[in-house]
């Protein structure tokens, strides 16, 4: 195999150990696969963190294609600012439980495509990183002193992955001193610390909540690095929401700066399952399997009288997942609102005629919305939308009480109908508990996945399932942008086929000029572009 290699950075050049293959089509249906003889430029970019781009790009001449692309979007290694780290034979190569796995470590050239629907001939496209084990590590057992944070809101399986941390460490590395920092990013510099042995985690995953509790705000990255050198830190192992990765790239960076020794690894929580890249995120099932108790408990009472009208709020700040799932993995729901969809109460097509004519035909109607849905509404009615929480997170007005005043206000005043109002809002209750067996086991996973990550020296990554594979992905990839649910894709269209509710496409656009523009102006600043 001919490698040249070119280095277009003034950054220190690290070659990579994989050979990447070239696989075209030929024919109808027949595929090779080629490895050899092609001559393939690797290319350091310019700012490599934001994020490391290493193009692979293939100069090759099968049948007529003259080029194919293969881009890593890769993770920083420790040894690309400590370059003589030494590197220690996997303790797991002596490990009971690994003594007859084949293959114990991850081959190197182990990518994980970002896309894997493609056609003949797409370029070859984005890949990551694959997680698991590698042959070398940089950390001895008795060297590493690894640190647990959790911030953000509350999710089912925070637990979990705390207690796989711990044992993951000294089950697969013979790792005893893992501290657990308390309250969130400033638990750094405001808390004691907590010793996390097996012992003292190994029953917390059948509690909700977080062990280690959490907090917004409160992140100084200088404060919190200078604390981790105090401490003789040298794993870092951070699981929160959005917020939380931002903080932990801060840290990466700061990290890399000051050129110590220190993994940085991000384990992305979020009940709203908006962290993009990644497939889903732990606790997303057991948040839309709880919040069928909400919705089962609506609509027995909306059913169980006349004109019955069940509302279920449930959360979504800017993505619309759990309520679309929710709604979808249940046959009752009559209409689903999220915040990537606009909807309207009034005229032709509007969600006040659709109730009705609802309420006409069954004797009830049930609602879930998603609590950032139609909040532009709100705010031009409470006139308070500026406020936001510690972390700087707009503080969402409750659109599930406007939405039961507005539904019962119109059939009361306008359409001189009695209607009886059930409105639920589970939020907290479907937050605090426990994850639910396939939950426990994805959390295993990326717990395991972080911990083979930082031990092989990686730093500056968050760990994630891409296409079913868990992958070491830039921290910078997964909050530059979030992950909504798309109206113009066919899931979405699957709930409206479902529930067979307004798209309200047509009418918004008008609606929504008439809404206030200043307040459009205000909430469009805030939102987060949809990908
Ligand atoms: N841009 C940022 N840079 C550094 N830290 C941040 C940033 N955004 C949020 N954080 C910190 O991350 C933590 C959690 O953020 P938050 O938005 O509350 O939850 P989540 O991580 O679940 O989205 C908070 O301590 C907050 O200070
Ligand atoms: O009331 P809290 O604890 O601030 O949390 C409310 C928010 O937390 C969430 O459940 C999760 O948000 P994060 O991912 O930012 O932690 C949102 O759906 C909700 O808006
Ligand atoms: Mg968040």
Redesign the pocket.
Known sequence: MELSLSNSSSFRFRRYDFVPRLHSFSGLGSFHTFSSNKSISVRRPLIWRQPRLLRIKAQTAIDGNSSDDFIIEDVPHLTYFLPDLPSYTNPLKRSQAYAIVKKTFVNPEDMVAKEIIVQKDSPRGIHFRRAGPREKVFFTPEEVRACIVT???LCPGINTVIREIVCGLKNMYGVDDVLGIQG???GFYSKNTLNLTTKVVNDIHKRGGTFLQT?????D?KKIVDNIQDRGINQVYII????????A??IYKEVEKRGIKVAVAGIP??IDNDIAVIDKSFGFDTAVEEAQRAINAAHVEAESVENGVGIVKLMGRYSGFIAMLATLGNRDVDCCLIPESPFYLEGPGGLYEYVEQQLKENRHVLIVLAEGAGQEYVAQSMQAFQEK?????RLLLDVGLWLTQHIKDHFTNVRKMTINMKYIDPTYMIRAIPSNASDNIYCTLLAQSAVHGAMAGFTGFTVGPVNSRHAYIPINRVTETTNTVNITGRMWARLLASTNQPSFVHHCQTVREKVDKQTIDAINNMQINSI
């Open positions: 911030c953000g809101g969130g990013y400033s907090s917004r705000g409160g992140h990255t929160g929401g959005d917020g939380t990765q931002k903080g790239a801060a929580k979020t929480d510690a972390s700087g997170n």
